[in-house]
């Protein structure tokens, strides 16, 4: 930003005339005339503040920039006036400013208002400018915010400038240096045109009226002709016209013009390459900066990219470890349900054979019995003889259980023993008979291969009969 307000400056002081360097900090060696003495024009209306007439340097020398009425930038706003001051080997200006307060204008005892120290011609009071009347001429018809105090004015001379042979030796004081460090602003583009117009009136200059310009004063920036102009009564001092040595100085001033002609120049082929050279450094940073930030873009991809990943692969993760461990679980049930039905095929294979088993023993049970029924034998039919009694068959103890191979054996039959002929039946006693004493009985036939009933004997099938039937039979009549 600075290098372009250097710029911008050094364009600006190749555009406007030389006569407005003076108002720009030019320094010369000649001290400027002194103050014409004339009469402040009318206020054309309520808001504007005088500002006082000053000698301005040019091409051809000081001329005259004529006090007018100006209109503040803003309400509150007072001008403190320019002013010349020697700076030990040239004379340079100091321009004028609005501020919220007057500041130092090197003593310069400019008038009405301005005698040489702050400003005694009016003040601000709510957004209103108040006129000191015994100072301003205003008209209090038009404008009534007015006053009157009575201003003393113990300087006499015109001198314009402060410090070097002959000029004023006032200085600053504490409000006039706390003032000069507030905040400023510039003169307005009215007072900036009402300089210029100066500067090209060849009235105006210092050498054509001798320090008693035509128009000293007008009513507004820049109307040099018309009811409002004023003309100087008088020069402030009689006017010294330069002397030989002005030829010289001009020539000095001429050179010191063309340097710094060739140093502007210089300035703004400089400023366009400065220019260039922050354009370049501007790009440079831009793309620096566009680097880094695709840079950074890429990596802030990379790491959401990755952190992407790294979540998939902990969701694979853990879709993984939930598939285990439901196979896990899928497994451990169907094991369950394997061994709860191997419990039960256990149960009913259990089940079964202590059925088989309880089966197994009720017909070995049923074989025992059968086997240990005794024999009881009948009296042959075709026989008379009496049958012998038979002693009865002690009842066998309750013998183990057989074996398997016992109970599957058929019970062999009671061989018959030898009965002797039944009595006669009208004598026959009617009681049951007893079974005969066997008595080297056979063994009967087993089952299997056993004669058919209607081949065996009558004694024998008797014999049978009673095995199968313990009922006594009944004696033939």
């Known amino acids: 930003m600075r290098k372009i307000r250097l710029l911008l400056l050094t364009l600006l002081l190749l555009t406007v005339p030389a006569a407005l360097y003076a108002q720009l900090g030019v320094s010369i060696t000649i001290a400027p ?30 001329f005259w920039v004529p006090g007018t009425w100006a209109m503040a930038p803003q309400p509150g706003l007072l001008w403190t006036p320019g002013y010349w001051g020697w700076r030990g080997d040239a004379f340079a200006w100091n321009g004028g400013y609005w501020g919220s307060q007057v500041g130092f204008y090197g003593g310069v005892n400019y008038g009405y208002g301005y005698g040489g120290q702050g400003y005694q011609g009016g003040y601000w009071n709510n957004g209103a400018f108040n006129y000191n009347r015994s100072v301003n001429n205003v008209n209090v018809t038009n404008i009534h915010n007015t006053y009157n105090t009575t201003v003393i004015n113990n300087t006499t001379n015109n001198v314009s400038y402060n410090g070097g042979t002959g000029g004023i030796t006032a200085r600053p004081n504490a409000a006039e240096e706390t003032a000069a460090r507030e905040q400023h602003t510039q003169p307005t583009a009215a007072q900036t045109a009402h300089v210029h117009a100066a500067s090209t009136n060849h009235e105006l200059l210092a050498s054509v009226n001798q320090g008693r310009p035509a128009i000293a004063a007008t009513a507004k920036p820049g109307e040099f002709s018309g009811r409002g102009v004023v003309a100087a009564k008088e020069a402030g001092a009689p006017y010294k016209a330069p002397e030989n040595k002005a030829a010289e100085n001009k020539a000095t001033e001429n050179k010191a013009a063309e340097n710094k002609a060739t140093e502007d120049k210089a300035a703004a082929n400089k400023a366009p390459e400065n220019k260039a050279a922050e354009n370049k ?49 899928k497994a451990t049930e169907n094991k369950a349900a394997e061994n709860k039905a191997t419990e039960n095929k256990a149960a009913g294979n259990k089940a079964t054979e202590d059925k088989a088993a309880a089966n197994k023993a009720t017909e070995n049970k049923a074989a025992e019995n059968k086997a240990a029924k005794p024999i009881v034998p009948q009296r042959p039919v075709e026989s008379n003889k009496p049958i012998a009694h038979a002693q009865p068959t002690p009842r066998p103890e309750a013998a183990p259980k057989p074996s398997a191979a016992v109970a599957k054996a058929p019970a062999r039959p009671v061989p018959v023993a030898h009965t002797q002929p039944a009595p006669h039946p009208q004598a026959a006693p009617k009681a049951a008979p007893r079974p005969t004493p066997t008595a080297h009985a056979q063994p009967a036939p087993r089952p299997e291969n056993a004669p058919k009933a209607d081949a065996r004997p009558a004694t024998e099938a008797r014999v049978q009969n009673a095995k199968e039937s313990p009922e006594e039979e009944k004696p033939r009549q």
């Open 33 to 62: 005339p002194a103050l014409p003495v004339y009469t402040q024009p009318m206020a054309p209306a309520d808001g504007y503040l005088w500002t006082p007439g000053y000698w301005a340097y040019g091409d051809q020398g000081y």
């Open 281 to 329: 450094a501007t790009e440079n940073k831009a793309a620096e900066n566009k680097a880094t930030g695709d840079k950074a873009a890429a990596n802030k991809a990379t790491e959401n990219k990755a952190a992407e990943n790294k979540a998939t692969e902990n969701k694979g993760a853990e879709n993984k470890a939930t598939e285990d461990k439901a196979a896990a679980n």
